[in-house]
Antibody
Framework: QVQLQESGPGLVKPSETLSLTCAVS?????????WGWIRQPPGKGLEWIGS???????YYNPSLKSRVTISVDTSKNQFSLQLSSVTAADTAVYYC?????????????WGQGILVTVSS | EIVMTQSPATLSVSPGERATLSCRAS??????LVWYQQKPGQAPRLLIY???TRATGIPVRFSGSGSGTEFTLTISSLQSEDSAVYYC???????????FGQGTKVEIK
């Protein structure tokens, strides 16, 4: 059974870079499937951030593309999110997830989520 | 950009009754639509993919229908554990965009 676990700082200062890691267990990230990040501001809806394949192919939400980098480390079976120049609007629960089937942006296995607050 | 609009914002239904949730796309997404269920404090759970196929382990009371721009999620006999927010998401765009609807909150009357 695949499991995903987000980790990283829960508090980031404005203008700095948010960095999160998703550790995957129960499945090798080096085989099939895309892996992605999704976020949810408190009390609001879901927003897809981006997705990555083990080969390094990435797709990003155009609204965030200039600030987002998603990378994969197959040796550690994990992938990461970096979001630069954060503001209070980036405060959200950040989820990592595995895409279902051959898809890239829809997900059938999710981490529990990590709340990241942007504040000085 | 494809915009996904869900209605109603909140739906109050008695146990055992049918709940019907709508999702409309601003342009055709074919059958490239999924539905998620999200309970408070939990990650979303994939219910339906391909507009009408139940994901693994999803009870048969959940069904999806529609194609093009109009989609429906039906809960045939609402159970107390179905109280949640339901989101639709399209995956038709290329390059991928993964646009979500704003959600419908289902309450037990």
């Amino acid at each position: 059974q695949v499991q995903l676990q987000e980790s990283g700082p829960g508090l980031v200062k404005p203008s700095e870079t948010l960095s999160l890691t998703c550790a995957v267990s129960g499945y090798s990230i080096s085989t099939t499937y895309y892996w992605g990040w999704i976020r949810q501001p408190p009390g609001k809806g879901l927003e897809w951030i981006g997705s990555i394949y083990h080969s390094g192919i990435t797709y990003y939400n155009p609204s965030l593309k200039s600030r987002v980098t998603i990378s994969v480390d197959t040796s550690k079976n994990q992938f990461s999110l970096q979001l630069s120049s954060v503001t209070a609007a980036d405060t959200a629960v950040y989820y990592c997830a595995r895409a279902y089937g051959s898809g890239t942006v829809s997900f059938d296995h999710w981490g529990q989520g990590i709340l990241v607050t942007v504040s000085s | 950009e494809i915009v996904m609009t869900q209605s109603p914002a909140t739906l109050s239904v008695s146990p055992g009754e049918r709940a019907t949730l709508s999702c409309r796309a601003s342009q055709s997404v074919s059958s490239n639509l999924v539905w998620y269920q999200q309970k408070p404090g939990q990650a979303p759970r994939l219910l339906i993919y391909g507009a009408s196929t139940r994901a693994t382990g999803i009870p048969v009371r959940f069904s999806g229908s529609g194609s093009g721009t109009e989609f429906t999620l039906t809960i045939s006999s609402l159970q107390s554990e179905d109280s949640a927010v339901y989101y639709c998401q399209q995956y038709d765009s290329w390059p991928p965009r993964g646009t979500f609807g704003q959600g419908t909150k289902v309450e037990i009357k």
